[in-house]
C-alpha cells in the first residue's frame, strides 16, 4: 500500500499544485466590455449580398415544395423578396443562414453513429471483450 502510494505521490503533488494554480488564476477577474462593430459594406453591397443568400435558400427543393404547400409560387415569393426593405431582408437572410445549418441532408447523423460504432468496438478491443455478429 505504501508502495502504491508513492508510486502516485507525484500524481497527488502535481494535481494540488494545478489545484492551486487554477484557484490562483481564477481569483483574478479581468473586466470584459463587449459592444457593437458597424459593418464596413455599403448598405447597396450588402442588400446584394443578403438577395443573393435568400434567393440560394427559394432555389432549394425542400423550399420551394414548402412554398407549393402553403399555396405561394416561387415567383410570388421572389417577388415580395425582392420588395423588402434593406433591413427586413436582412433579417430574412440571418434567418435562413441558421435554417441552412439545420439541413445536412443526415450524412451528419450517419457519420456520427459511424464514430460511435467504431467507439463502441475500440471500447470492446481494449476490455478484452470479442465481438460476435450471429
Excluded: C
Aim: cysteine-free.
Amino acid at each position: 500500500m505504501i508502495a502504491s502510494f508513492r508510486k502516485t505521490g507525484w500524481f497527488v503533488v502535481l494535481a494540488l499544485a494545478m489545484a492551486s494554480w487554477m484557484g490562483l488564476l481564477g481569483s483574478l477577474r479581468g473586466v470584459a466590455e463587449a459592444g457593437l462593430i458597424a459593418s464596413n459594406l455599403p448598405e447597396a453591397e450588402a442588400r446584394s449580398e443578403d438577395l443573393a443568400k435568400v434567393q440560394s435558400f427559394l432555389e432549394n427543393k425542400t423550399i420551394v415544395q414548402k412554398l407549393v404547400d402553403y399555396g405561394v409560387s416561387p415567383e410570388e415569393a421572389t417577388a415580395k423578396v425582392e420588395a423588402m426593405s434593406a433591413q427586413e431582408l436582412h433579417r430574412l437572410a440571418s434567418l435562413t443562414d441558421r435554417a441552412a445549418a439545420g439541413t445536412d441532408s443526415g450524412i451528419g447523423i450517419l457519420i456520427g453513429l459511424a464514430i460511435l460504432v467504431i467507439l463502441i468496438i475500440v471500447i470492446f478491443k481494449l476490455m478484452n471483450k470479442e465481438i460476435v455478429v450471429r
